[in-house]
């Protein structure tokens, strides 16, 4: 089911596009289209318990442990210019979070902020917000992951080039919630279940380029 | 012109400032995975009792619900239920269809019991203890054997006893839920559960159940317990199992118990199964057959060995009914052994049957008895050893322990309480009545 789905939006994606290089097809004349992929990484640091649990039975200090963490991200934004400064559409990504692959589709906006001359570089606000699906996700034995709200508000850089594209650098937030449940274990007398609330909070550094 | 570039400068400066408080924010807490486990463990906890609050824990209350209902035994008009190692209820069932939840005996540790005449024997943890029971709602203690038990297990938990210290440490269950800030999955997973933190509360041994017409020393002058019970009486002595021994003690003063003799029988034992002069001990490898010819002295016959499972044994005219369990005992196929024990030197299997998840089991021939836990009560027609056929199966309650009783009638309990059936037609047994269990978890 997610194959077919992930081949359909595809299908949809190279249509689009397709459809954008006739320039005879009145829409897109008017309302140009816009594809923006950038590839990048998301900083972050995790803080944890190493003394999880008893707790409330043999009740001690806390100790935690924090380490930092460094995942992949990329984006694929695809949309139409409604006006020559701003851009909206829809945003597929895949970010990784260690074993968790989540894949988020959002909602997208595109806006040049401030372009000092014609042809200059352009300061560039984007903000991403969704819901992220775990077609791209395998879970391990026992457990489900499941997607949640994603935002993603970005600030950078772009270059255009001479032939219309432009190369591009972001700086941003992203938040991302997902769950990740235990189902109860099958021992009858020592059983455990859980349920992981996860927040992403992570900066996030993306390259990329538009054409 | 002029205007623009200022206006610009402005707009660049806000900018500027604003993406400086986003990297500030950034660089701070806000960067910060923040990922909670709500965690739901079922575990077990040592709890440290001295002698003094064991031996002095022993007290004839009210009558209280049943919560986890282990063994049953039945005296004349009485039923007693144990409430695992709280303590016995004492039922009135001279109207099976209204039985009365009549007192509380609180005993620390109980877990069996066996009654001659009067006098009511129970294990308190380490000691065994008789009672007078002529007047159920106030119990008075009159003899105790001190120190006779050195460990037990009960419903997959251990206790055991530390004369060092003079205390016992036992185990509760409970459901633990713990909120904790976790690694979000990355470099390893979840931290593990330590169940056995500093425990030694094994996750082996038996569980509660019982059933059928066990013992008859003397007719009218003893009850009636489970093929599960580790407690029996024969003639003037009462004959108990620990893990590991035998132990006999002499009860011809029934209020003062005396100990006689102990008998190593190796790991494993469960069940004391007394037939005719014989007595059946169920291990979870295997069924010994003991001589009780001179019951000071039983002697070892033989012994029927099977895969390592809880093993419920019942006999009749030379057949024993063994019931192999997967479970906490082992992981042997569900299944109704039938055994020849005519020969008791040399026990052979006559027949196997399919089960589904059998525990305890009773027989009043033809009808043989067996409770198959979550899959309810099956009533089966034995008139032929190699040819046991189902003829009812009452579904939808949940079936520990059965013990058929004289009159075409029969008790059995479960985790959802205490149910007596007619059986006068096998096919079509009517529930008389029922006494619910008000579990709390």
Redesign the interface.
């Known amino acids: 089911m997610k194959k077919i789905i992930i081949l359909f939006i595809c299908g949809v994606f190279s249509m689009t596009q397709g459809l954008a290089q006739d320039k005879k097809y009145g829409f897109f004349k008017k309302y140009p289209f816009v594809n923006i992929t950038e590839l990048g990484a998301s ?8 003394n ?7 009740p001690q200090p806390i100790l ?2 924090t ?1 930092n ?1 460094v995942n992949f991200t990329l984006h694929t934004f695809n949309g139409v210019y409604v006006n020559p400064k701003t851009a909206i559409g829809l945003t597929v990504g895949v970010d990784s ?4 692959v989540l894949m988020p589709i959002s909602a997208g906006i595109r806006r040049n ?2 372009q ?1 001359k014609q042809g200059g570089s352009i ?1 560039l606000g984007s903000l991403d917000v969704g819901y992220s699906t775990i077609w791209l996700n395998e879970d ?1 034995t026992g457990y489900k992951t499941s997607g949640g709200l994603v935002v993603c508000p970005t ?1 950078g850089y772009k270059f255009p080039m001479r032939n219309g594209s432009a190369w591009m650098m972001n ?3 992203r938040f991302q919630r997902a769950e ?1 449940k ?1 189902q109860r274990t099958e021992d009858q ?15 996030v550094v993306r390259f990329g380029i538009e054409f | 012109m002029f205007f623009d570039s200022f206006s ?1 400068l402005i ?2 400066k806000n ?1 500027l400032l ?2 400086g408080c ?2 500030l ?2 660089v701070n807490s ?16 040592p709890v440290t009792f001295t002698l003094a609050q064991i031996r002095s824990g022993i007290a004839s209350e009210a009558p209280q619900d049943l919560k986890n209902p282990g063994k049953i035994y039945v005296k004349d008009n009485y039923i007693f239920v144990n409430e695992i190692k709280k303590g016995i209820h004492i039922i009135d069932n001279t109207n099976p269809q209204q039985p009365q939840n009549i007192a509380f005996l609180k005993i620390p540790g109980v877990i069996d019991m066996a009654v001659k005449e009067n006098t009511l024997y129970a294990d308190n943890y380490m000691d065994i203890v008789a009672f007078d029971i002529t007047n159920p709602k106030a119990i008075k203690e009159t003899g105790r054997v001190k120190d006779v038990f050195q460990n037990g297990l009960t419903d ?1 938990i251990s206790w055991y006893y530390n004369p060092q210290n003079q205390t016992v440490t036992d185990y509760e269950v ?1 459901i ?1 839920t ?1 909120k ?8 390893g ?3 593990p ?3 056995y ?1 500093n425990d030694m509360a094994f ?1 082996n041994g038996s569980v509660q159940s019982g059933s059928s017409g066990a013992n008859s020393g003397a007719a009218g002058a003893t009850g009636t317990g489970g093929s599960m019970a580790r407690f029996t009486i024969y003639d003037n002595y009462l004959y108990t199992v620990s893990q590991s021994d035998l132990l006999l003690f002499n009860i011809k003063t029934l209020n003062q118990p005396t100990q006689l003799s102990k008998i190593n029988l190796g790991w494993g034992i469960e069940t004391i199964f007394p037939y005719k002069d014989k007595l059946f001990i169920g291990s979870n490898t295997g069924m010994y057959i003991f001589d009780n010819k001179n019951p000071e002295k039983p002697e070892r016959l033989s012994i029927f060995q099977h895969a390592r499972a809880c093993d419920p044994v019942v006999v009749h005219n030379d057949i024993a009914y063994v019931t192999l369990r997967t479970g ?1 005992c082992g992981t042997s196929p569900n299944q109704l052994d039938v055994v020849n024990v005519s020969n008791l030197t040399s026990p052979s299997l006559i027949k196997s049957y399919q089960m589904q998840q059998p525990a305890g089991l009773g027989i009043d021939f033809p009808n043989l008895f067996i409770c198959e836990s979550q899959y309810g009560l099956k009533s089966f027609d034995a008139t032929s050893a190699t040819n046991i056929t189902l003829q009812q199966h009452i579904e939808k309650i949940n079936a520990y322990d059965v013990i058929p009783l004289e009159g075409k009638h029969l008790l059995m309990v479960g985790k959802d309480g205490l149910y007596q059936y007619d059986t006068s037609n096998p096919k079509n047994m009517k529930q008389l009545s029922v006494i619910p269990v008000k579990r709390e978890n």
């Open positions: 900083f972050g640091r995790n803080k944890y318990q190493t999880a649990y008893y707790n409330s039975y043999y935690y442990q380490q963490r979070y260690g074993e968790t902020l401030v000092k300061l391990n600030i700086f941003g937030y990740y235990q007398f020592y059983w455990t279940e859980s349920n992981e609330v996860r927040n992403y909070r992570r900066m | 610009l707009i660049m900018i604003l993406l986003i990297c924010a950034i806000a960067c910060t995975d923040n990922c909670e486990t709500t965690r739901t463990y079922r575990t077990t906890v997959g409970k633990i713990e904790v800030r976790s690694n979000c999955g990355q470099n997973n979840i931290n559960i330590y169940y933190a996750k906490w």
